[in-house]
């Protein structure tokens, strides 16, 4: 077959094949691809499965027409590729093989010789000439053996890929690329995101027209598309919004709720819901499936103080490609002493980026209400976003928006004119340049706000993430109109306006005269005016987020029914919060508590 004048395809289509690499079904079949080119000297790109050996050796007779082949070029030792090196060498004793160095080490693995008298050795940014074509190797190792090379033809601008941009199924069945590409590629060379990147950013720098692989058509129109998705999933990036369910069920119950989480998770407007049976379905499907999606909902019984065999296989091909970046929602089955849900986190715990949704769904034997209850919500949090887009269906008045707003942590410290002061607050933003004026709202509970509405003065200490939470104890949790938050400092350092600023734990502090005042009903917001600024060091600045997820110690909430404190963890155990409850540590209102999941 003509790819070009000059470049010819002599691949074969195996239909014959049962399973790909000892393990992969390939339905369609496979093919694996060779071409010759022809120019002054000819070289062909790799052989084929040992099983073709003369169909391809009639075939590159053919393509050479009486010509002899003046170089074999050796991308990929993977036999699939290699296997007929020797039976090829022995038919045309004059031609060279052309490999990077650690292919021929192999070749005396697989054939005992490694031709030295008949072979050139070529590593990254090396080339050949061919006459006008010019072939330039580029070391792709690990996409997905170490030896791999892909070469560039300057001439055609085409790329031979390996490997790489390769799919299941035979050229002779026609099917859409996508499918069987990302599951070639998830299954085969996804563990190696890092190297294939490594690639695609070499590539990026080649002027290609044309690519063509060792597995799967030869890819000539749109190429931005193929390698776009090559660098989604490369990068471990979902490629799709939407659920996928993997399961396995002994006897029917584990399946139920994946059905009623199925139909859930459709009326909660998922875009798409894909269900595996892991004892049953092609696991390569669920793996490839598992990353291209957004989402994964794991649903499996607790068997032998472990979890049932089908997923525990399964979350090791995901482990073992380096699963990451995705929401994970747990389902647990267990009669007597449930762990599934606990085992399947921990075989996961090592995975970057994977946050586990609440609530797990915790089934023991059958369902009953409390379990279709978990798994409407599970439902409802998985599919969030998916509601929040729906013009109709989203909840337009949701004030909780406002805490996506980023939040540093500041002390506004004052003095009353007996002693000195100091508070929290997350509410201090700049809101010009020239001049400079800067915001800083207070609660008019607090005896700070009292303060500086009678001095017009305050210093802002700008929080840095060595804080620790006990500099939250002492200026939050406490009121300067009865404690004197300053009592255990040896030696203030004062600003020129004579309030303290803190002499750690910050990087940098301004201080501010009022200029405006606005009465906002709970907080009085002060515009004001800057009288002095330092940067005290380059440490990065404690945010509201930061402080949430790092300073603030977790609540003991195992076993407690109730509501915690989001600012300092108090625990509040009962049903119902009043509404004007108060926190007894930290004073903030009912606002800032949730409930215990
Ligand atoms: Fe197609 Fe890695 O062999």
Redesign the pocket.
Known sequence: MEITKDIRYIGVNDHQVDLF?GQYKVPNGMA?NSYVVLDEKTAIMDTVDQHFTHEWLDNLQNALNGRQPDYLVVQ?M?P??SANIAAFMKVYDKTVIVSSQKAFEMMENFFGTSYEERRIVVKEGDSLSLGKHVLNFVAAPMV??PEVIMTYDSYERALFS??AF?KFGALDVEEEWIDEARRYYIG?VGKYGKQVLSVLKKASSLDISMILP??GPFLYKNLGYYLNLYQTWASYEAEKDGVVICYTSVYGHTRKAVEQLGEQLKNFNAPEVKVYDLARDDMSKAVADAFAYSKLVLATTTYNADIYPFMKEFIHHLTERNFQNKYIGLVENGSWAPLAAKTMKDLLANQPNLTFVNPVVHIKSALNDTNRQEIEDLAKVLCIDYVARDESRANKSDMKALFSIGYGLYVVTSNDGKKDNGLIVNTVAQLTDNPFRVMVSINKDNYSHHVIRQTGIMNVNCLNIEAPFKVFQQFGFQSGRNADKFKDEKELLRSDNGLVFLPRYINAFFSLKVEDYKDLGTHGMFICSVTEARVINNVETMTYTYYQKNVKPKPETQGKKGFVCKVCGYVYEGDELPDDFVCPLCKHGAADFEPIQ
């Open positions: 690499e694996y990929h993977e699939d590729h997905h053996w390996a490997d390769g085969i060792l597995h």
